[in-house]
């Protein structure tokens, strides 16, 4: 061969190099594509129309074509935009400027076409039932409630659609003037349906009371407490099966095990 | 002015097309139309029918989810429209995008941008058939519809009925791109949707035919066309456009002056 020329290189190589420029390529796009969904699925804090499916399941099933959001009366449904930092497309409402006003027909989750809104998760006794619905919960900063301080106000207990059972009002001695109540909001979780019109109606300056994603801000006990006094609940510890671990005592003495260490450090 | 409506009538058609349904779908939003709800994601036709896009369906399916019997008969009526009849029509007829998209192809041919960018770029037009095989990895593994996350059609379509936020850069980054970087660079190379429907569009019986014997060798076809590798007869056989990468754009009818090409069911163009 002439020197500085140099051999050809072969068709097979070739390929082999396209192809693998392919897989490169197309493992470089699906590594910061999935990435950036990961990012932009990552918001949790945002409250979904009623009879939304678990958010997990939510976000594979809604299809975002937005008509829940054309059967809001009341405007309250949103789609995602870019730059709102939700995932794009997605129903959503923030309470503080749009609360969900609990229509007895709930216009919004029968015209779901995918199933990301379940209608049988706000029906009871074959009827359309509102109060079932579950799209987060109310939770009182009891810093910034004005009710806290002595002052007298019950905005949220009255907007509340389920008055006296998803807010009820605690009265307790003003021991400060000795002559006044306290009349403080009490949030009870089960009932709240989290519709937001406590936080619409709050009077402080940003809420004192504002509506929270379940998951996000209940906790939960898990199986091994029992409420001895709740006969239901106690009913748990006589299904219950016991789990007996026995655990293999050393042969060796204690003495023993302390002084033999010999290859310790 | 006849010359100006034989040689547009399908550009104005189109247009007309793709901007009522715009129209319609923004209506039912603010002003509580029936005609067209929803968005292009999944629509309900006059209150009766229901439509889905069954890209987007195939990939939820990817991602895990359970389709409602709604969304699959949706998205099947759609594939058996394109599929029989519209071929890839939905590019060229419906998608906002293609506006964009023929707004950048047209400045490029005026200001000649084609010339001046000397060497083609070795971009394969099958770059979208790979982005559509992606989208449904992606899907998979990440547990959600992966390119309806990033869709700029979705934005800006999504944005002009249900408001628009930071979507209006999409449309902005397409026409920098198809302006400046590549010819035909999203619509003809990239975007997974037009793959998707030229894959399924193929069949169609819709189809461009080209009438060898009445051609002048103008090239204007050509020069015109966003998919130019399908013209490939042009001048040298009488046949009909049967690549499915063909979008039933139908610029090439307008612009041809010699009735060299027209519009033609497939039975017929291949019986005679």
């Excluded at chain 1, 050393?250 to 260490?261: F, G, H, M, R, V």
Aim: with cysteine; net charge positive; charged share 20%.
């Amino acid at each position: 061969m002439p020197k500085g020329k140099r051999e050809p290189i072969s068709d097979r190589r070739k390929f082999i190099f396209n192809m693998a420029r392919g897989v490169g390529v197309a493992a470089l796009g699906g590594f910061v594509w999935s990435a950036y969904i990961n990012e932009a699925k990552a918001q949790k804090l945002l409250l979904r129309p009623p009879g939304a499916i678990k958010e997990e399941d939510f976000l594979k099933t809604c299809i975002k074509c937005g008509l829940c959001v054309e059967a809001c009366p009341y405007d309250t449904l949103v789609l995602a935009k870019p730059g709102v930092h939700k995932p794009l497309g997605t129903p959503y409402f923030i309470p503080r400027d749009i609360p969900c006003y609990m229509c007895t027909d709930i216009p919004c989750v029968p015209v779901c076409p995918s199933g990301a809104l379940d209608l049988q998760s706000v029906v009871t006794d074959k009827k359309l039932d509102i109060n079932k619905a579950d799209m987060g919960v109310a939770v009182i900063d009891e810093e910034s409630c004005i009710a806290f301080w002595g002052i007298q106000c019950d905005a949220c207990y009255r907007a509340c659609p389920l008055l006296g059972k998803a807010i009820t009002i605690d009265y307790q001695k003003n021991e400060r003037t000795g002559k006044h109540a306290f009349l403080r909001p009490v949030v009870h979780s089960d009932p709240c349906t989290g519709c937001g019109l406590c936080e619409h109606a709050c009077v402080t300056q940003k809420a004192a009371i504002q509506i929270f994603p379940r998951e996000l801000v209940q906790g939960k006990a898990g199986n091994h407490y029992i409420k001895g006094w709740d006969k239901e609940d106690d009913k748990r510890v006589k299904d219950a099966k016991a789990i007996k671990t026995t655990t293999e005592i050393s042969k060796n003495s204690a003495i023993d095990s302390l002084n033999d260490s010999g290859d310790l450090y | 002015m006849k010359q100006f409506w034989s040689n547009n009538r399908f550009l104005i058609l189109r247009r007309f097309t793709q901007i009522s349904i715009l129209f319609l779908y923004f209506g039912a939003n603010a002003w509580g139309w029936w005609v067209l709800r929803g968005n292009l994601s999944s629509s309900v036709i006059v209150d009766f029918a229901l439509v889905s896009d069954p890209y987007a369906v195939l990939q939820m399916l990817a991602a895990g989810a359970t389709i409602s019997l709604d969304l699959f008969i949706g998205a099947a009526t759609i594939t058996v429209f394109y599929f029989l009849i519209g071929g890839r029509a939905f590019c060229s007829w419906v998608c906002p995008i293609n506006m964009v998209t023929d707004t950048a192809n047209y400045l490029r041919r005026k200001f000649d941008f084609n010339r001046m960018q000397g060497p083609k770029m070795p971009i394969s037009r099958n770059i979208r058939y790979w982005v559509l095989g992606l989208s449904l990895v992606v899907s998979a593994v990440m547990g959600m519809a992966a390119f309806e996350f990033v869709s700029p059609i979705s934005m800006i379509h999504r944005g002009i009925i249900f408001g628009l936020g930071f979507g209006w850069a999409s449309a902005v980054i397409i026409f920098l791109f198809d302006l400046f970087v590549l010819k035909d660079g999203w619509c003809g190379h990239i975007c997974p949707l037009g793959g998707f429907y030229s894959l399924i569009g193929r069949f169609s019986v819709i189809r461009v035919f080209h009438k060898e014997e009445n051609c002048t060798l103008c090239m204007k076809c050509k020069t015109v066309c966003p998919e130019h590798q399908v013209l490939y007869m042009i001048g040298k056989e009488s046949l009909s456009v049967n690549d499915g990468a063909c979008t039933n754009c139908a610029r090439c009818i307008d612009v041809c002056d010699d009735d060299a090409l027209g519009f033609s069911l497939r039975e017929l163009a291949e019986k005679k």
